[in-house]
């Protein structure tokens, strides 16, 4: 599934969102540098069919296509282990779907002889619940199973290719590294970014503090229409607060309550 949006240029950078301006993009007659953000939808609920449903099937007589969190967080239907499991089958198959495409843009640009000129990025925003901490889909909450995301960078000509490091990482330091690994790395300190440069994977802090929120979920209930305001769904109205520091991860309530868990056993 492609996410439509129509080439935007500025004096020094070709900017292209959506996966089927690609190809436009890299016919385009520039010799400039160029930065495309491409945002793939799947994986994401609501799972409907998608081309590789057969291929994760496995019991295809369970009703799961009832997947509205609305319906979920009302309790107007409930997911018993087998039903989760066909959702994770569903979630999978849609992962596969995402990495065909990925791979698919890797090819072209291998074909053009850019790939190893191009820094790849493969990240997400959020992952996904399937019954952990009694919740589906990614809402309400900044537990492990929705903060916890890959994230992939390939760039040969100064990261080791296959080298894995565990380090904490954040999303907002996506940026100064981009900076970094592009030649820009003077521009980390005038433009007072937040982010960590994470271009030299053995300089990154295990024990670095991650600071996570989550703001007050108005666009959330607005979708639940006239329900929005109903008692079942007090417990999430609220904000959220977190930190994590090694294996320790506190989480913080503008409700008062308070989580704290150790996730190396939990």
Known sequence: MWT???PARTPNIIVVSGAEHFEALLNAPSQRPFFAFINLMEPHSPYV?????????????????????QDFFMGRVQFGEDELARLRDRYDSEILFADEIVGQLIDELERRGLLDDTVLVVTSDHGEHFG??????????????NVRIPLMIRYPRILAPGKVNDAPIQLHDIFPTLLSLTGNAEAIDSM??????????????AMRPLILSYGYPLQVLQSFGEDHDAPRLAPYRR????????????????????????????
């Open 4 to 6: 439509p949006s129509v």
């Open 192 to 205: 007072r970014i937040q982010g960590q440069d994470a271009s030299d994977p053995d300089s990154l802090d």
């Open 132 to 145: 952990e901490h009694d919740l589906v889909d990614h809402v309400f909450n900044i537990y492990e199973g």
């Open 239 to 266: 904000r959220l607060w977190g930190m994590r520091e090694g294996n320790m991860k506190i989480i913080l309530g503008d409700d008062g309550s308070v989580e704290v868990y150790d996730l190396g056993a939990d």
């Open 49 to 69: 069919d998608g081309p590789h449903f057969d291929q994760f099937e496995t019991q295809p007589e369970l009703d799961v296509d009832r997947n509205d969190l």
